[in-house]
């Protein structure tokens, strides 16, 4: 039994490096989308639509639509390359990529990639559509106290367009009370160097003098808090940039894979041993496959077992944090999916 491990943790590797290559081209896709869409946001329009507190104006004017129409272009590219290079590395380790109709197999991966950016799009676009609400109830205040014109703050609106549109809900309100935060040292800044007693303001604040006064030694200005603000959403969208990639480009290579499997049934170069269940059982009873999280690492490879193929869930070596992944190999010590005893030993029978 125990020979049979190195198999599929090689394949996983080889996966898993497909998978890795394509990060880049995701996280890029998904930047450059937001970086175009935010070019063609109108600032004039999104400005007085901020003024006048109009949700279906700042929808507008930010364009929504917009990052929806870049997103399908670039990420779709992405992912359908990530995909048709796994489904070729899978096919060759599973010993039947000479025969393959790899066709059949493209003509299936372009239509799996549309279906899935179209997934990540709608994921997206549904942030959006709520963070939009949060900078029109934020309206005029922080970026919007700077007294300029909207060429002046130009910048400063193609940044909240930037953060409205890149940034999950939860990211966005973080950030927002980051600037409720600074925007609160400032006020107190200002207290106390208009003459207010330090210990008084503190104590009102439910902080230590000592916090204010580092507070103090800040010198926050206006431009200053957005500055900060700017570097702390710019860090959130980093991060989800890379969510977003990490679990796309593996979602990418499972998906690659499965199709891989489907052509080759249907050209008869692969039979499936359906007396086996395929997927894990979770303890909520649902049948799921890789990827179970975001920034799942696991991978599912197939063997064939006698005369037939069989899927395994591999479980990435580096899986800690997911519910689901981490109990894995305790109901299985290999790591590797359903291997049956009696099964077995019925194919041995069968192919001798
Ligand atoms: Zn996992």
Known sequence: MTKRTPLPRRLQRILQAIADRHIGA????FLDSLDAAVGRVDTQRLLSALRSGDLTEAVEAIGVTNIETEMRRRVFAALHAASTEA????AQGTGIGVDLRFDLVNREAVRWAKRRGAMLVREVTHSARNNIRGLVANGLRGVFTVRETAVAIRPLLQAAAKRTLGLTQKQYQWVENYRTELSGQMRATERVRAGEDITEVARELHKRPETVRKWIRQRLTPELVERRVEQYAARKLRERALTISRTETMDAQSAGQRIMWRAAESQGLMTFDIGVKQYYDTPAGRLIGPTAHPKCRCTEV?????????????????????????QIP??????????????EAREQRLAA
């Open 26 to 29: 995701v996280e890029q896709a």
């Open 302 to 326: 197939v063997r064939r077992v006698g005369r037939f193929f069989r899927r395994f869930w591999v479980i990435a070596q580096d899986e800690r944090t997911c519910k689901i992944c981490r």
């Open 330 to 343: 305790k109901m299985n010590p290999l790591g590797v999916g359903l291997p049956d005893e009696r099964m």
């Open 87 to 90: 489904a070729r590395a899978s």
